[in-house]
């Protein structure tokens, strides 16, 4: 399929997408054409189903027939990334996926979140115990993850580790900083380039 150069970026938990904004308008500069879906029911409160599911239908949206696009998802919004991609069809569609600080694995806070997504979040989760036993369907996205060791949201931050693809380590003081991050942005952006490069 050929890949276009249209973007998804998908926030994290209780985040309208403002996170998502300096990151949208450097990609934007950058040629690329981002999108920031403001998912509803964004508190996980629904589990990540829902989202996901909004998700897809901006993927159909914002992309020509028979074209692909590239996720980029920030804590949460990797998650609901990942259950498109793996449970909804969504690998045929993107040909890169990003994760930024995302709990793949888990994270001793979501404990606090007495609901369906926080209990799909949390560490030992049938949820994402599903989703990494199945990893290997991101393959095909050539799935890349960015984390940084400061990370105390996502506890153990290591959780924000892909168990395949690509990792990049960078030293972003907080969580919520990571996607406003001038270094990080510069990898997302290298990353979507190289991705639309190699199918030249």
Known sequence: MPKSRVAILI???????????????????????AHSINLKTNS????????????GELVEEVT???????????SMGGIVARYYLQ????AEKVHKFIALSSPHFGSLWAHLLP???????RIGSEFLSG???????LESAAPVSIWTPYDTTIVPHTSSRLPLGKTYQVPVSLHRWVPQNPAVIDIVSAELADVLKASD
């Open 44 to 55: 996980g409160w629904y589990g990540m189903e829902p989202m996901a599911q909004q998700l």
């Open 64 to 74: 020509e027939k028979g074209d692909t696009c590239a996720l980029v998802g920030f």
């Open 115 to 121: 609901y369906k997504g926080g209990r799909q979040l």
């Open 11 to 33: 926030p994290g938990i209780f985040d309208r997408g403002k996170s998502m904004r300096r990151m949208e308008g450097a990609l934007d500069r950058a040629g690329f054409v």
């Open 131 to 137: 989703l990494n036993r199945d990893a290997a369907m």
């Open 87 to 90: 449970r909804l069809g969504g």
